[in-house]
């Protein structure tokens, strides 16, 4: 462990960028902290946060300090890189009596400045998920991923309930504490690979101590303790299964706009749609990937119609598929907690909730 | 000789394109035009039968893909679309007129004459059907291209697909969806601005709110409209029942859902 300054943390950036990595992370775009390429530290969102989020609503606030990880976790999340929105699967020409394929081109390296620990959850998730897909898989493997460890929690957060924060454990080449008081700025690094150690040991910096670590310990602590939703999940994939026809299903349905947003934001929903394009000519084709919902009647359209025609039907599988059925696909749940989809919902219909409200009845 | 040049040899004769127009502004015919990089390769597709926008070329049907912008307002249009049906294999219409009246559908269920009166110095000239209604409204129609105007990538995925013997790729999900994909920053979550986004069919790739702009809606209601849910949230934003009327009926106000939606 290292404790890095300022200028710490500005040679992280700049040895990555050395490295040859495109550095992503958090900024400041449209009244909303966004992921996007960014060189300098001083390129973060330095004095804002966002931690005030609530159902349907989330407005930024300064910070009282010059905190450069003060916030949570905004609309987008790191799913935009490693399987982003629209991808071309392959582009073929036609040559001859057939076509040639276009060769794919090299994975871009990049580096994932400031992901959280709900996150890094999300993105073991996908490990699974697209583990033979070697699209994912050769992003996945070129990224280099600085983690930041969470001292405050938002208003949607609940990481603890789903036990994958706010702490990062594992799945990162570099973990940040953010310690930012009246004292001190300082941030307390940790190695997570072999890469992450051998550019840590280049950077300058001290030993973290003792009273770093205390510190260290007491932030991410404060951020557990304040987390703004909890989900009892304790037998909740069982009572969801024993509730398939609840009237609560059209409750939501009645609120629900079926448009998908929450599918959109979430880290680890993976749905996608596959579609052949050709240019007039029909000389050259390519076949591209977008996300999808399972809010899209389409998604569910099967010979002979829809099997998912009502919002009811429709909110039910994205639920039960998030807190139950995902631990009989994937071994995990489908939900790490970070709040996003309770946000970004419109009309902020909120899962913590909804859950709630279905165990009980 | 090249590849393309050989098939064109073989090919009999390339598809022939007709482009009609009933009460409209033009605008969504001007999206095929406005293709410039790609207009040469349209042309070079099909063949450009009737569109007296952009030639004085007409060539006799029937046609294989007929393009229809704009409502139908008059007798007298009302008999030529069942003609442009005859004529036509594939009948795609084009626009919010086409496909849900128009902004001219606000007439719809309102005194004509009296329009009439105060608007024109001769009203005993005009010749006027009570409602504008869609294409849909009098013959079938295979497909539908949204929006005011059309969004000229769908126009052209369309007619390539057609042209290749595919379904066009024309979904009927929400704005918000390819809101979220191109990244943009929810206007109504993170700004208090409301939007239609959420009611609204994709296709336009959420133009307004990349303006960090509300949805207007232009591309009509999408499947399964849950505008009552967006209306109640609407209000806790602080708009008031004539706001509301006026976000749902402009250019579909004819279709059913967001003519509803605005008189509730
Ligand atoms: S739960 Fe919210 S975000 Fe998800 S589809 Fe329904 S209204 Fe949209
Ligand atoms: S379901 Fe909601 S809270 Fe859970 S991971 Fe997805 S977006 Fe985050
Ligand atoms: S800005 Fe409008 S279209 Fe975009 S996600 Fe929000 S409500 Fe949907």
Redesign the pocket.
């Given at each position: 462990m290292k404790r890095l300054t300022l200028d710490g943390l500005e040679a992280l950036f700049a040895a990555l960028r050395g490295q040859g990595f495109e550095l992503i992370g958090p900024q400041l775009r449209d009244a909303a902290l966004v992921l996007g390429p960014l060189e300098h530290a001083a390129e973060l969102p330095v004095g804002w946060t966002d931690t005030a989020q609530d159902g349907g609503r989330y407005r930024l606030a300064r910070r009282p300090d010059r905190a450069h990880f003060g916030y949570v976790v905004g609309p987008q999340s790191w799913k935009r890189y490693l399987f982003p929105p629209e991808e071309v699967l392959f582009r073929a020409r036609r040559s001859g009596e057939g076509f040639a394929l276009d060769p794919a081109e090299p994975p871009p390296r990049r580096a994932f400045i400031g992901v959280r620990a709900c996150d890094l959850a999300a993105i073991q998730v996908q490990d699974r998920i697209f583990v033979h897909d070697p699209g994912y898989q050769a992003r996945r493997a070129a990224a280099f991923i600085v983690a930041v460890n969470c001292t405050e929690a938002g208003g949607t957060c609940f990481c603890v309930s789903q036990d994958t924060g706010p702490q990062a454990r594992g799945g990162f080449d570099l973990a940040l504490t953010e310690l930012c008081t009246d004292a001190r700025h300082a941030f307390v690094a940790e190695a997570g690979s072999a890469a992450g150690a051998a550019l840590l040991d280049a950077l300058p910096g001290e030993a973290a101590d003792a009273a770093d670590l205390a510190a260290a310990r007491d932030a991410i602590a404060h951020a557990a303790a304040h987390m703004g939703r909890r989900l009892d999940n304790a037998g909740l994939a069982e009572a969801l299964r024993a509730r398939l026809e609840h009237p609560h299903w059209q409750q939501v349905a009645e609120?629900?706009?079926?448009?998908?947003?929450?599918?959109m934001v979430c880290p680890t929903c993976f749905c996608a749609n596959v579609e052949d394009r050709a240019s007039l000519d029909g000389d050259s084709a390519e076949r591209v990937r977008s996300w999808d919902s399972c809010?899209n009647l389409e998604h569910s359209y099967i010979v002979g119609g829809n099997v998912r025609s009502s919002g009811a039907a429709r909110?039910r599988q994205?639920l039960t598929h998030k807190l139950a059925h995902w631990h009989d696909q994937f071994g995990v749940s489908g939900c790490t907690g970070c709040g996003r989809?309770i946000t970004?919902?419109?009309?902020g219909?909120d899962i913590t909730a909804e859950a709630a409200a279905l165990r009980a009845g | 000789m090249n590849t393309r040049s050989a098939r064109n040899a073989q090919a009999p004769r390339r598809p022939r394109l007709a482009v009609w127009k009933f009460a409209s502004c033009d605008g969504c015919q001007l999206s095929l035009l406005d293709c410039e990089d790609e207009l040469l390769a349209v042309a070079e597709a099909v063949e450009l039968a009737y569109f007296p926008e952009a030639t004085s070329t007409v060539l006799p049907g029937p046609y294989d893909i007929s393009l229809v912008e704009g409502s139908i307002t008059t007798p007298h249009d009302r008999e030529r679309i069942q003609q442009v049906r005859r004529q036509s294999k594939r009948l795609v219409t084009i626009g919010a007129c086409a496909t849900s009246g128009g902004i001219q559908a606000l007439r719809n269920g309102r005194d004509v004459t009296e329009f009439a009166r105060i608007v024109y110095a001769r009203p005993e000239y005009i010749d006027t059907l009570a409602t504008s209604t869609p294409i849909a409204a009098h013959v079938r129609v295979d497909h539908e291209l949204r929006g005011c105007p059309i969004d000229k990538g769908q126009l052209l995925a369309t007619l390539a697909a057609l042209l290749h013997g595919r379904r066009p790729p024309l979904p009927s999900h929400s704005v918000?969806e390819a809101c979220k994909r191109a990244g943009h920053v929810c206007v109504m979550v993170a700004h208090g601005t409301p939007c239609l986004g959420?009611v609204t069919q994709t296709g336009c790739g959420a133009l307004c709110p990349g303006c960090a702009r509300g949805c207007y809606g232009c591309f009509g209601p999408k499947e399964t409209p849950n505008t009552a849910a967006l209306s109640a949230h609407l209000a806790a934003l602080g708009m008031d029942d004539a706001a509301r009327r006026r976000l749902y009926q402009t250019f579909n106000a004819g279709a059913e859902a967001f003519r509803k939606a605005g008189d509730a």
């Open positions: 609120r629900c706009l079926s448009c998908g947003n929450c599918t809010f909110y994205w989809c970004w919902c419109p009309v219909i | 918000c959420p």
